[in-house]
């Protein structure tokens, strides 16, 4: 009889994960269902858990007005950028402290974790007032450069033990086929430590994708404001269109799902590499 017991605990484990990840995803079930539902069956008397009356109205009215087409624009530039401005100065600046000794090491990335537990109201004025006064309000550069300030420490954090785990070997080999150390760094390392470098391109594309804050503070015009700060278009005095929302809702949180879904081995493999103490 003991040996069915590991067999029962991998049922029941595996019965326990089935509900926790139902009910974490029905949520999202019942956003996507909905965008493909009519209003009269989305908030009719009678619950329905599928559409009944299939429709693609609510995306093709996303989809063929042009804010939503310059919202969606807007927030894939934010994504971008927040990821460029990441991988410049986040990677090197990881490298440097994993690779080589520097003095006060352990001061900065105790400031960096500082700055990972300061909420974003806490440095709007402060961002505003510098950007207002380099004449940044209003550009695209702005949210990115705002919340990649956020997103640096945290790429810093997670890539430093990337680096320190490549052997010094590598390092002694590239000088010795006479490449420097500019060279050494994008054809050995980078290569080396390319499941980091994938998780910070996912969470720094995320960050500046879901950004809300910084794009409603800094972008002074509406023509400038990503998909988040426009999903209320839908409402007005005269009533809510729901299943519009839905549709918006699920294109918004459609490249979060997706870039999860395809790049979920490097995200946790990344996250579980920062997390092991040197």
């Known amino acids: 009889m003991d040996s069915h017991l590991p067999k029962r605990k991998k049922i029941l484990y595996s019965v326990i994960a089935v509900v926790i990840a139902v009910v974490f995803l029905f949520p999202i079930y019942w956003l996507v269902q ?3 539902k009519p209003d009269m069956e989305a908030f009719g008397r009678v619950l329905t858990y599928y559409p009944h ?8 009215e996303n989809l063929d007005d042009p804010v939503f087409m310059t919202s969606l624009m807007n927030s894939f530039i934010n994504g971008f950028l927040t990821m460029g401005i990441t991988l410049l100065l986040g990677v090197p600046a990881a490298y440097g402290m994993g690779r080589y000794k520097v003095r006060g090491t352990s001061t900065f990335l105790l400031t960096f974790l500082i700055s990972q537990m300061l909420p974003a109201s806490l440095t709007l004025t402060p961002l505003y007032l ?3 006064s380099v004449g940044l309000l209003g550009k695209h550069i702005t949210s990115p450069i705002a919340i990649a300030a956020s997103t640096i420490p945290f790429s810093i954090i997670t890539l430093r033990p990337f680096f320190r785990s490549v052997p010094v ?4 080999a590239a000088r010795l086929d006479g490449c420097g150390p500019v060279r050494a760094f994008f054809y050995v390392m980078i290569p080396a430590v390319k499941t980091g470098i994938i998780t910070i391109i996912v969470i720094s594309f995320l960050n500046g994708w879901n950004d809300l804050v910084y794009s409603m503070t800094f972008n002074v015009g509406a023509n400038m404001r990503p998909l988040t700060a426009n999903i209320y278009k839908f409402q007005s005095a005269y009533g809510t269109k729901w ?3 839905m549709a ?3 294109i918004l949180v459609l490249p979060v ?9 490097y995200i ?3 996250l579980t590499a920062g997390a092991v103490k040197e």
Not at 53 to 60: H, R
Not at 257 to 265: D, H, N, T, Y
């Open 268 to 270: 946790v493999g990344g």
């Open 130 to 132: 510098i950007f207002n």
């Open 169 to 172: 070997t590598l390092d002694e």
């Open 257 to 265: 799902i997706l870039l999860f879904i395809f790049m979920q081995k």
């Open 248 to 250: 918006y809702g699920t």
């Open 243 to 245: 299943n519009c929302i």
């Open 34 to 36: 909905l965008s493909f």
């Open 53 to 60: 009356q299939f429709t693609f109205y609510p995306w093709m």
